[in-house]
């Protein structure tokens, strides 16, 4: 781990090894990825394959509740069963339990579903997960 709370190790690649690390994201990573001032309240963990971020994970406030997310770029797609993202999904679960009030989560795909499943959240209707705290 790093001192800043980051985390990295290096993907496994037979052309390259990719240097894959994650860490808390800041308000520019955030407007970086998402190429906008986002509104609302949010905490993350940004990862990042060679220093470019390709990744976000984390608790953003929408209206009255919490909903929890996961956006990748293409690029981090072989590494997400890395250490270093696994250790960052994890961490990012620690928003979920300070997080005051109704938090959900949706799932689109049944690797999702099985996702969110294993990380603790609790199928309600559809395509529509929440989090017990």
């Known amino acids: 781990m790093h001192p800043a709370g980051g985390l990295s190790d290096h993907g496994?690649?037979?052309?390259?090894?990719?240097?894959?690390?994650?860490?808390?994201?800041?308000?520019?990573?955030?407007?970086?990825?998402?190429?906008?001032?986002?509104?609302?309240?949010m905490r993350a963990y940004v990862g990042l394959v060679d220093g470019e971020l390709a990744g976000v994970v984390g608790v953003v406030r929408e209206r009255q509740c919490g909903k929890y997310f996961c956006d990748?770029?293409?690029?981090?797609?072989?590494?997400?069963?890395?250490?270093?993202?696994?250790?960052?999904?994890?961490?990012?679960?620690?928003?979920?339990?300070?997080?005051?009030?109704?938090?959900?989560?949706?799932?689109?795909?049944?690797?999702s579903c099985r996702l969110l499943f294993r990380l603790g959240f609790t199928h309600i209707q559809g395509e529509l997960y929440g989090w017990l705290n």
């Open 12 to 41: 496994i690649n037979r052309e390259a090894p990719r240097r894959i690390t994650a860490r808390l994201a800041t308000q520019a990573d955030l407007e970086t990825y998402y190429g906008r001032k986002l509104e609302g309240t």
């Open 72 to 111: 990748i770029k293409p690029e981090l797609q072989p590494y997400l069963r890395s250490i270093t993202i696994m250790r960052a999904i994890k961490a990012s679960l620690r928003f979920c339990d300070e997080y005051r009030g109704p938090l959900v989560a949706v799932a689109d795909d049944a690797e």
